[in-house]
């Protein structure tokens, strides 16, 4: 399988991927795709930021309304 992760699929990742709860094979391609994608690469760190201040990742913490704002961003970041 050589499924390319989208940015989209990353940022849905991105909370188990935090927690570590991701299948080896997802993480795999997750990590993947980041050494490719300057825009997840940044988001993941902001999250880790965010993670660090707040001491825990909640279900709740991406609310649909981030989850546009940030697929807005990937869109620009990725228009060469
Ligand atoms: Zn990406």
Redesign the pocket.
Known sequence: MDHVMT?QE?VELVTEYLEGTLPADVLTRMEK?LSG?D??THYLEQMRQTIRLMGQVREESLTPAQRDDLLRL?RDWNKD
């Open positions: 940015c990353l795709h994608c825009g997840c990937f």
